[in-house]
């Protein structure tokens, strides 16, 4: 999504001194904020009692599903309009999204927090050391990792697929356990590429509001590799 809007320019344009310094500054700060939006939504929704809106005694409400398939929805649709929406719009759909996506995983944070709740910051920790090597790498890197993309997108899709399937067959330990190693790199290499990407289409792209657009469909692209990555790793210190 990132390149195709990037395809067309032929070489790189003039850069600005400390440019692409202020452009990662941006992404990163978007996606922070977005992180730290699920943080306190999660936070204000378990202990405002905003839970048993997301947990009966059958399981997971409709409620729950609704704020799933409504941030999946949202996020492709995102991705779909970047650069036909202002750099403005696009940062408040991003916040949307990460208040739906900090409210769907409350769930998850809840259970952590009843069983081991010290294993919510080893998971933090480990997803935050995890994307700062992955982005470095990207960033730095001479290898070109566009041959990923396929691969990656169709991973992703199979977790999903997985995912959806889970709501109505429940995984086994062992398959559980696979998947979430699986959705830990898949994420991972996501990380890199998303950065290396990142890094080319900036130098492709003149306009100052093409790459305000670009910055906030990269921090949204940062933010789902970071969430699902701490999401398995929470999902596999906890899969007793």
């Not at 290499?189 to 509001?209: G, I, N, S």
Request: charged letters at 10%; proline letters at 3%; a positive charge.
């Amino acid at each position: 999504m990132i390149a195709k809007k990037t395809a067309t320019a032929t070489r790189p344009q003039a850069q600005r001194p400390g440019g692409i310094e202020l452009y990662f500054k941006r992404i990163f700060a978007l996606m922070f904020g977005a992180v730290g939006l699920s943080a306190l939504t999660s936070w204000l929704t378990i202990y405002g009692g905003g839970i048993r809106l997301l947990v009966n005694e059958g399981g997971m409400s409709a409620l729950f599903y609704i704020v799933i398939f409504g941030a999946l929805g949202l996020s492709i649709w995102a991705q779909v309009k970047a650069f036909s929406l202002k750099p403005l719009t696009g940062a408040l759909l991003l916040a949307l999204y990460a208040v739906l996506i900090g409210f769907g995983m409350t769930p998850l944070i809840w259970g952590a927090l009843a069983v081991n709740p010290a294993s919510i910051l080893y998971a933090f920790i480990i997803a935050a050391l995890m994307f700062g090597a992955m982005a470095l790498f990207g960033y730095k890197t001479v290898k070109d990792l566009s041959f990923l993309g396929v691969f990656l997108m169709m991973g992703m899709i199979g977790l999903i697929l997985v995912g959806l399937a889970s709501f109505i067959w429940p995984l086994g330990s062992t398959f559980a356990t696979i998947v979430c190693l699986i959705g830990v790199l898949v994420f991972a290499l996501f990380t890199a590429y998303d950065m290396q990407t990142l890094k080319r289409a900036y130098a492709v792209t003149p306009d100052e509001t093409q790459r305000n657009q670009l910055a906030v469909l990269g921090a949204l692209h940062m933010y789902i590799s970071f969430i699902a990555m701490f999401q398995y790793l929470l999902s596999l210190l906890n899969r007793n």
